[in-house]
């Protein structure tokens, strides 16, 4: 089995307002000179053929109309 | 006609939707989600809630569901499908509709009275929404293709996107016009005890297109 991890984003351009959010939140807390945030998800798995994932990605993992996705082979 | 309302793990609004179709002078019945089989069925309704508990996106996991096969192959055939509210998300993520539902912009969850325009008559119609992933999204490209298409169904009124869609829009068609989304619940609008009636309109616009 070949263990991966793929990286789900908001496509550039389409508005964030989970990365506006904590955006606007750092500085109450003290930490400044943060931007561009953009919150995503991540989806840990293992497969016996890694090949699939590439299709795996654009039929369910990620919507390619809103989402970018990368796939990271560990 | 007889309609056929989807019923997944985690919808919510398969109950008011049947009834709305019983009002608007039709015949319902619920559909579980493991059915493939739709024949007698005139027009299908995907309805609204939280299927498969929105795991991933709004709408991902239900598209894979053996009613929506079964409903993918009804649409194809010119058959009525009407989708609410999470029925909407998932027409999108299965590509029956064009475009996406993005979370709210401002990211509460929205519950309130909307006022809505019908494209093309420009009748006004009063209709609850209540969601927290309803703002239409969609390339540039492809909202000015559906609007010269007309494939925009309904707006939100001056002053009543309260999820930032794209355009306003509250509503889309296919390209063929027997697939409709939108996110607010006409469902919810059809008895005068609740304040409106509007939304037996969709239901009328829905039973106007025969298979």
């Known amino acids: 089995m070949a263990k991966a991890r793929v990286l789900i984003r908001p496509k550039e351009g389409i508005l964030d307002p989970q990365g506006k959010a904590v955006e606007r939140a750092l500085p109450a807390l003290g930490f400044e000179g943060v931007e561009h945030v953009r919150v995503g998800r991540m989806v840990e798995l293992e497969a016996e053929d890694p090949a699939q994932l590439g299709e795996l990605c654009e039929k369910l993992l990620a919507n390619p109309l ?3 996705y990368e796939i990271q082979q560990l | 006609m007889i309609w056929g309302v989807l019923q997944f793990p985690g919808s919510c609004d398969e109950r008011d939707a049947v009834h709305a179709y019983r009002l608007a002078g039709g015949e319902a019945r619920l559909v579980w989600h493991e059915e493939r089989d739709l024949r007698g069925l005139d027009g299908v309704v995907v309805p609204g ?8 996106r709004a709408g991902a996991i239900a598209r894979f569901s053996p009613a929506m096969e079964a409903v993918a192959a009804f649409a194809a055939a010119g ?14 993520e299965a590509g029956l509709l064009p475009g996406a539902l993005l979370r709210n912009a401002e990211l509460r969850f929205r519950c309130h009275q909307v006022e809505l325009i019908e494209e093309g008559t420009g009748a006004r119609l009063s209709i609850p929404a209540k969601h927290g992933e309803g703002r239409y999204n969609a390339p540039n490209e492809l909202l000015d293709q559906l609007e010269a298409k007309g494939q925009v169904a309904y707006r939100y009124a001056d002053g009543h996107n309260s999820n930032g869609s794209a355009r306003d829009i509250a509503g889309v068609t296919n390209e063929r016009g027997n697939v409709l989304g939108l996110m607010p619940h006409p469902e919810h609008a059809v008895d005068p005890l609740t304040g409106s009636t509007d939304g037996l309109r969709v239901f009328e616009r829905m039973s106007g297109i025969l298979a």
Do not use: A, K, R, T
């Open chain 2, 79 to 92: 058959g009525p499908v009407l989708g609410i509210c999470n029925g909407f998300q998932v027409l999108c």
């Open chain 1, 66 to 68: 809103i989402e970018d």
């Open chain 2, 49 to 56: 809630g939280f299927s498969y508990g929105d795991y991933l």
